[in-house]
């Protein structure tokens, strides 16, 4: 584990696979910092403590049966 000392407004890149990643201290309190995520939309950021919910909101999100744009905008066509 690296363990950094960062201010506001400084950065830290992580390079994945080639991709990078920029994390930006935005501000810090008494214990806690503001942390932002430059990353591109491919890279999954997500908090430690809703790790447990993931697979749970996948599959929840996978069983819903969406409409079609099709369904959407059938109402509004011309009927021929």
Do not use: C, H
Request: hydrophobic share 40%; no cysteine.
């Amino acid at each position: 584990m690296l363990v950094l000392r960062r201010r506001a407004n400084e950065r830290i890149r992580l390079r994945l696979n080639g991709v990078d990643v920029w994390v930006t201290v935005v501000e810090t309190t008494s214990g806690a910092a503001r942390l932002a995520f430059e990353a591109p939309p491919e890279v999954q950021i997500d908090r430690e403590e809703i790790l447990p919910y993931e697979d749970e909101y996948r599959q929840s999100w996978a069983a819903k049966k969406l409409p079609s744009a099709a369904d959407i905008i059938r109402p509004f066509l011309p009927r021929t």
